[in-house]
C-alpha cells in the first residue's frame, strides 16, 4: 500500500502533527508512506523515520503557477498513491490529492473541499475535543478510523542526529559562542504577523537583565526578514549578542538549539522546535491562546497578560497591541531565572 501525507504548511503546526505522523507510521509499518511538504517544514521531518519519501513541494519555484502545479500533479499521479491523508486544511491540498488520481482521499471537511474527498472527516465543533491542536490532527485519525483513541502526550521530541550536534556546536563556537557558559536563544519573530511580537526593546531590557546577573551568551535567531528587529535587540544591549540573523536555515534549528539551554521568544516555529529538542522555554504570548498552541512539553513557562481583546488571532494589532505591551522585562526575567538557575553548565 502507498499512502501519500499532505504536511501541514506552518512549521509550529508541523511539530504539533508528529504524534499524529508517528500513529500513521506505526498503524502501516510495512506501508510506503510519503509525505509531501513545504521544502522547509520537509527539512525538519528529515531526521525522524516517518515515512519512506519525504516529496519537497515548493509553490515559490519547481512547483509555481499552474505549469508548476501541473507538473506537481503528474509527479504525484506517476507514483500511484492509494491512500492521500490530508493534514493540511486547504482546498488545494484535497484538488490536488484528486487531480493526481488517488483513488481514497481523507481530510477534514472544510474549506469547501469535501465534494473532492471519499472520507469527508466532520471538523470537531468546539469542546468535543480538548483545545490543544496536538488533538485536532490525532482525532483525524479516530474519526477515519486509524487510531482506537486518542492519547495525550506531554511532550512532543525531534531526534537529532550526533553528527549535526557536533556540526551545530563548531559553528556556534566559529560564531563567538563560549564553551562552559549559559546559552540563551532568543527568538524575537514569528512569521504569522507583528502581532505575536513582543517589542524589541523589551527583549534587550530583559537580556541585559539577565547578563548583568549570571554569565550567559545570549544568541539571536531570526530570518533576514527580521533583521530589523533582530538589530534593534542587538543595539540595545549592553554586552553584543552573537547575531545568527539571516545565518541559518529552519533546518539548522534543531541541532543549534540543542546546543543552547534555553529558549526565550514569541508563540512561532522556532519556539516548537526549540521545546522538540529538550530546552526549557520562556513563551510570551499575547494574541494567540496557549490553551491551543502552548509548546509541548513540562518545561515552559508562559508569560501572558490577557486584556479584553486577547486573544484576538489578528496578524497585526488594530489598536495599542496592549496584550504584549503590557508584559514587562522584569516578568519574563522572572520566568527565565529559575531554569538558567537549575541548568549545571559543562566546563571546558
Known sequence: MKILI????????AIMALPALRAVRRRFHDAQITIVARPYVADIYRDQQLCD????????GLHAGFSGRERLVAQLREQKFDIALLLQNAFEAAWLAWRASIPERIGYARDGRGFLLTRAVP???????????????????RRAGWLASVQDESFIDLNVPEEKRRSA?????????????????IG??????????????????????????????????GTAAEASVLHAISAEMHRPPIDLTGKTAIADLPALFSQCHLFIG????????????????????????????????????IVRQKPYCSPCFLRRCPTDHRCMTEITAEMVEAAARPWLSAIKVQRA
Not at 499532505?6 to 503546526?13: C, F, L, M
Not at 519519501?53 to 515559490?60: M, R
Open 266 to 301: 514569541n508563540d512561532s516555529g522556532a519556539m516548537h522546535v526549540a521545546a522538540a529538542v529538550g530546552l526549557p522555554i520562556v513563551a510570551v504570548f499575547g494574541p494567540t491562546d496557549p490553551d491551543g498552541t502552548a509548546p509541548v512539553t513540562p518545561r515552559c513557562s
Open 123 to 141: 471538523v470537531p465543533r468546539p469542546g468535543e475535543i480538548p483545545p490543544h491542536e496536538k488533538f485536532y490532527y490525532l482525532e483525524l485519525l
Open 169 to 185: 556546536a563548531e559553528f556556534l563556537s566559529k560564531c563567538g559562542a563560549r564553551q562552559g557558559v549559559l546559552r540563551i536563544a
Open 188 to 221: 524575537a519573530g514569528a512569521s504569522y504577523g507583528s502581532a505575536k511580537c513582543w517589542p524589541p526593546l523589551r527583549f534587550a531590557e530583559m537580556a541585559n537583565r539577565l547578563q548583568s546577573q549570571i554569565d550567559a551568551n545570549v544568541i539571536l535567531f
Open 6 to 13: 499532505r504536511a501541514t504548511n506552518w512549521v509550529g503546526d
Open 53 to 60: 519519501q519525504l516529496f519537497a513541494y515548493d509553490p515559490q
